[in-house]
């Protein structure tokens, strides 16, 4: 994923991507190009090192009999980033069986899924929130 367009020379890279897609870990580094105009690290880049993570992980997991969809984001910027920030991001069986039992005959489903992004002295920098769409796909999508 260190080679997708959208992360390639961002200072974005993924540390870590389970083989299983259940847990993943990434950092932005605190570059002259990752930072804002006071000198902190860019909004856009932070929630960007986010912004994909949980429908991939969700629609790995699901797998092809779903369709899976970002619906929604917020993020709410609680200290100023500085030095390299990391969000972190693990997906549980039982988010998963909440998710197929929800969905069951078609239902759409709209749930939200946190992630903190942390500075490496533990300061949590920002909240970030993502809203999926999850639902069957028709047996005419399948």
């Known amino acids: 994923m260190n080679l997708w367009p959208p992360f390639l020379f961002t200072g974005i890279r993924v540390q870590h991507l389970s083989d299983d897609f259940r ?5 932005l580094r605190h570059t002259p190009l990752t930072s804002n105009y006071v000198g902190t690290a860019f909004g856009g880049s ?3 090192m986010t912004d994909p993570f949980w429908m991939i992980m969700v629609l790995r997991n699901l797998g092809p009999d779903y ?13 100023p980033g500085r030095g390299r920030l990391t969000a972190t991001f693990g997906l549980t069986e039982d988010v998963l ?5 929800a969905a069951a ?7 939200w899924f946190s992630t903190d992004v942390v500075a490496d002295d533990g300061t949590v920098v920002a ?5 999926l769409y999850v639902r069957e796909k028709r047996p005419s999508q399948a």
Request: no cysteine.
């Open 46 to 48: 932070v929630f960007a």
């Open 127 to 131: 909240r970030v929130r993502k809203q």
């Open 23 to 27: 847990s993943t870990r990434v950092v």
């Open 67 to 79: 369709v899976v969809w970002d619906r929604a984001a917020q993020i709410e910027f609680v200290a």
């Open 105 to 111: 005959g078609g239902a759409k489903v709209l749930r």
């Open 97 to 101: 069986d909440e998710l197929r039992e």
